[in-house]
């Protein structure tokens, strides 16, 4: 009675009283008759232990009086499960338990008779496993009974040789240098000439590895064989990897234009805290012109400067959509999976007027694994001087001042500081003075997956970097979301989404000043804590760190990036995906000079804030076909609207009497300055692009692009923008199987025309400035408008034109990948800011007129040096030259020679390139003796100018003007870079090496001026 109320308690418990509860009762009652029943069928342990062997392919040995006579259910063993789960489901029940030995294998022993022995720890010791055949798989019933423990001791095996000879899969060729390894050793040798090896192995049971630089890496069981001929497969892996294009992706083998890819791996040996300095020496034809100030990306150039007046930077595209309003410096490089460069016209004509300087691809990270993987990625550094002008040190700057007064012919008096200084013998060294500790840092996490339905990846970064130059300072502040869910089978759905907030907050120190500075300077005063503002106390020389010391100056840009997407299946190769872009970007500069009294200044500030929002709107839709056996067509359409507004404000005031809230109390001071301004700009586009594939071999690719910038004049809003390319993949013709050192051959040619709209908004139109004006003694100011620029409605698109021919090759089974590239590009109707007479009532005109031209050659060049077991040896050379000049300019001829002028104002010469250096010609030092009519007033030690033209276009004996020409230019000979890395096992070291070769830039730092010889220090040079 007892338990039948237990049970129906239970059942309240449980469930409550139901009505079929008496059914339940029933069904306990003949539960254990249906268990007899359904009970699943029994097998020998004998027979599982073979099927285990075969399934799963490795050596299982046990004793037959250990298994004799002891059975398992048959369903024990599960499919899709690791071996040790089933032989702990199987073993453990019947009070066996198993030991893997070093070399794979499983041993089955007994617990019992184990610890029925008085040697309890006696067993197989590892790795040496009976491996005679009787012993394989298990012991026969004709083996000799012997104690457990006696098989502890099994015979020594005789290691046995291996020979063979590996070949290439394709051509049958013996391939030398084939590293031939045991699996999970480091014993192993390589092939011969013949391709022969010869291995000692210690059982059948060893794997061989074989691996060679450009092959698949391939395995095999040695078994009872003592020959084994393997044939290797040529690893088209590089060659199948996708790089991405416009609005797109293609694979390496198939692109028609002058696409490069940057090895991303290879650059995170490096401490980069901006995306810029990845680009440095890794492409050909790509120059980074970096400032070295930390967090800012300097200037970046592809192929040269096609244009004089007009933007030359190239422009970034973002995980497939232009990156409007970002910067490079923005995005955290260790977000970053892929960067691919457009560099000829056929490649960046898609994007039409924003890719005329080429096209910097960018992809960030996505989830790849299945389980989140949670990545932490830190470092610490530090930086310093890499190079120091050499600017005259305490003695060598006497000996120059003893030197003007020879010259002189008088006293070059020293100021009262440095006199005070020298006969203290008190000296300084002016870039230390400057100098603060410069370390750099990175702490990022990241968290990654992926599922059949959604992948995702989030980060978060804090970078920080100082140079070693006084008050320069970066910090950011960074996080990633990217998000992709297939919603359905037909419909994918994402976000690609980036924040980032950087503080450039300090103040420099004047590198200028500094390098004027006497080593007899004091730049404090006697205090020692307060800085001099004239530490030599002459008007040219300023204090250059009075600034970084004295004045609050707050600088803060964020920016928030997103893309959000939507990608429709249509039907079979016809797809739609919509793109909507937002970038927001906001930035603050709050500035505050305090009141210094050594100065006799009150305090001073500014505040300036600035915001501007880009939308991107694209609609795109693809279809891709095969319309036969071997041929197949890949077609794009784009629509797109992009749309920039911005708006900035700007107050300060003088003469803040009081310090304490700093920028944040302008209105207590006098001077008032407010200014702000709105602005904003369109762009309306179209595209079309179609590839066509002929047997993997033929590419062709024709595209037409046509964009409207609303700040072009009425009638020249629009311009159209085509392209073509070919590309030839020689290396698949059947005449090209006979050479056999080429693995992979293309040639590419391409032409195409991009356009320039990079130039503000209202730029055709007449604007306005503001003017403050008096009428009369003891009047109010008035404010009054006047205009400021000239209207041009003829104001359009500055095109290139340029033409690529190119060529990739990989030899040598891959160990040498080359890509190389001839190009050359005309831009005309240059969007020029012409130097006019200022009678006009404007100093400058802007139209469209002009044309400068680039030629260039590109290498891009990676070798695998050394591969030799878990060492490898790889460079990466990237090796460019470009030649660029003017070849037209405004057509004046206003001396009437029939040679149109050159604009000298501007600094623009036709047939010199652009950057050039116009001067005398130097021709020596005048000599006592020398005749000294050429420069009136000469004498000698001074300076001899070579005697180039007169008014009649001949040397007229004088020294005028007419004698200037270009003497030289800022254009390097050749740009190059060079990367090596080197790894053993998991230990990687990376150099890296830039370099330009030639150039000239003017340096006033040589000698700013005859008159200030005698209070400022220049660079140690001959004179």
Do not use: C
């Not at 699996?183 to 391709?195: E, P």
């Not at 104002?905 to 050039?916: D, K, N, V």
């Not at 007033?937 to 007419?962: E, Q, W």
Request: aromatic share 10%; no cysteine.
């Amino acid at each position: 009675m007892k338990r039948t109320i237990q049970v129906l308690l239970l059942g309240v418990l449980l469930g409550g009283v139901q009505p079929s509860f008496s059914q339940f009762l029933a069904s306990a009652q003949t539960a254990q008759s249906k268990d007899t029943a359904n009970k699943p069928s029994q097998k020998k342990l004998k027979e599982v232990l073979r099927e285990l062997k075969e399934q799963y392919q490795v050596d299982i040995l046990f004793f037959d009086r250990n298994v004799e006579g002891l059975t398992v259910q048959s369903n024990v063993v599960k499919p899709n499960v690791k071996l040790e789960q089933n032989l702990e489901a199987v073993l453990k029940p019947l009070g066996l338990r198993y030991k893997k030995s070093k070399n794979g294998g499983y041993v089955i022993s007994d617990k019992r008779a184990e610890r029925r022995s008085d040697q309890s720890e006696a067993r197989f010791p590892e790795g040496d496993l009976p491996t005679t055949p009787k012993a394989i798989g298990h012991a026969t019933e004709n083996t000799v009974e012997t104690p457990f423990s006696a098989v502890t001791e099994p015979a020594k095996i005789v290691d046995k040789i291996v020979k063979g000879k590996v070949t290439d899969a394709e051509k049958g060729e013996a391939l030398p240098g084939v590293n031939v390894i045991i699996k999970g050793t480091q014993r192993g040798t390589t092939t011969n000439a013949q391709g022969e090896y010869s291995v000692s192995v210690a059982d059948n049971n060893v794997v061989l590895v074989f691996s060679f630089v450009g092959y698949v890496a391939q395995e095999t069981t040695v078994g009872d064989r003592t020959q084994i001929a393997v044939s290797l497969k040529v690893d088209n892996k590089s060659l199948e990897e996708v790089v991405v294009v416009g609005y797109g992706t293609q694979k390496k083998k198939d692109l028609t234009g002058a696409v490069a890819s940057v090895n991303i791996e290879d650059t995170r040996l490096q401490p980069n805290t901006n995306a810029a300095q990845i680009l440095r020496g890794t492409t050909a034809g790509v120059q980074v012109i970096d400032n070295g100030r930390p967090g800012q990306n300097g200037s970046i150039r592809i192929r040269g400067i096609n244009s004089i007046s007009a933007s030359t930077a190239p422009l970034i595209v973002l995980d497939g959509i232009i990156y409007a309003g970002g910067s490079l410096a923005d995005i955290n490089p260790n977000d970053i999976e892929s960067i691919d460069i457009l560099k000829d016209a056929s490649s960046t004509a898609i994007y039409g007027s924003l890719a005329t300087n080429g096209v910097i691809e960018i992809t960030t990270k996505k989830g790849k694994s299945g389980k989140p993987k949670f990545s932490l990625n830190s470092y610490m550094g530090a930086s310093d001087y890499a190079y120091l002008p050499n600017y005259r040190n305490a003695e060598q700057y006497l000996a120059a001042r003893k030197d003007a007064e020879l010259a002189e012919g008088g006293a070059v008096p020293f100021s009262v500081i440095e006199l005070a200084n020298i006969a203290a013998g008190k000296t300084i060294n002016p870039f230390e003075e400057i100098k603060q500790a410069a370390p750099m840092f990175n702490y990022e996490l990241s968290v990654s997956g992926k599922t059949d339905r959604v992948n995702y990846f989030f980060s978060g970064a804090y970078t920080g970097s100082k140079s070693p130059v006084k008050g320069d300072n970066f910090t950011r502040l960074s996080s990633r979301l990217n998000l992709g869910v297939q919603a359905t089978d037909w419909l994918k759905i994402g976000i690609n989404s980036g924040f980032s907030s950087r503080d450039n907050s300090g103040v420099r120190a004047s590198l200028l000043n500094t390098s004027y500075l006497s080593p007899y300077a004091s730049l404090f005063l006697e205090d020692g804590v307060s800085p001099n503002p004239l530490p030599q106390n002459w008007g040219l020389v300023s204090n250059p760190i009075l600034g970084a010391l004295l004045d609050d100056n707050k600088a803060v840009t964020n920016i928030l990036f997103s893309n959000a997407y939507a990608d429709v299946s249509i039907w079979k190769g016809l797809s739609y995906k919509l793109n909507a872009g937002y970038t927001r970007t906001d930035s603050k500069s709050f500035f505050y000079s305090p009141s210094y009294a050594p100065l006799n200044r009150p305090g001073s500030g500014s505040k300036r804030q600035g915001e501007n929002q880009n939308l991107t709107l694209e609609n795109i839709v693809k279809y891709q076909q095969k319309l036969a056996k071997n041929h197949s067509v890949d077609l794009t359409l784009l629509y797109g609207v992009y749309q920039l507004t911005s708006q900035a404000s700007f107050l300060s005031s003088q003469n803040i009497f009081n310090d304490a809230l700093g920028y944040n109390a302008l209105e207590i001071g006098e001077g008032y300055v407010i200014d702000a301004s709105a602005a904003q700009n369109r762009q309306i586009s179209g595209m079309a692009r179609v590839g066509y594939n002929i047997a993997s071999k033929y590419f062709f690719t024709l595209s037409m692009r046509r964009d409207g910038y609303s700040a072009f004049g009425a009638g020249k809003k629009y311009g159209v923008f085509p392209a073509a390319a070919f590309s030839w993949n020689i290396s698949d013709e059947d005449f090209f199987k006979n050479i056999k050192k080429i693995d992979f051959l293309k040639l590419r040619a391409s032409w195409g025309r991009n356009g320039n709209r990079g130039v503000s908004e209202y730029s055709s139109l007449s604007q306005v400035g503001q003017n403050n004006y008096v009428f009369g003694n003891g009047s109010p100011t008035s404010v009054g408008l006047s205009t400021t620029t000239l209207a041009n409605p003829n104001l359009g698109w500055e095109t290139t034109e340029s033409f690529n021919l190119g060529a990739d090759i990989q030899a040598f089974v891959k160990r040498i990948t080359a890509s190389v590239n001839f190009y050359s590009s005309n831009t005309f109707d240059l969007l020029l800011n012409q130097t006019i007479p200022n009678t006009n009532g404007f100093e400058n005109f802007l139209r469209n007129i002009g044309e400068t031209k680039n030629t260039g050659f590109e290498l891009d060049l990676k070798t695998v040096n050394v591969q030799k077991n878990d060492f490898t040896w790889n460079t990466n050379l990237a090796f460019s030259v470009n030649r660029n000049k003017v070849l037209k300019l405004t057509g004046r001829d206003i001396n009437k020679d029939g040679v149109e002028d050159d604009d000298i104002a501007s600094g623009w010469f036709i047939g010199y390139p652009l950057g050039s250096n116009y001067d005398y010609v130097f021709d020596g030092i005048f000599q006592q003796g020398d005749d000294l009519s050429l420069i009136p007033g000469a004498k000698a030690g001074d300076i001899r100018f070579k005697d180039i033209s007169g008014p009649n276009g001949v040397p007229d004996g004088k020294i005028t003007p007419a004698d200037r020409m270009v003497v030289s230019n800022n254009q390097a000979k050749f740009n190059m870079g060079i990367t090596n890395i080197f790894s053993y096992k998991n230990f990687s070291l990376s150099t890296a090496l830039t370099i330009r070769e030639g150039g000239y830039s003017s340096n006033s730092l040589i000698n700013p001026g005859s008159n200030f010889f005698d209070q400022a220090n220049f660079l140690n040079t001959p004179y």
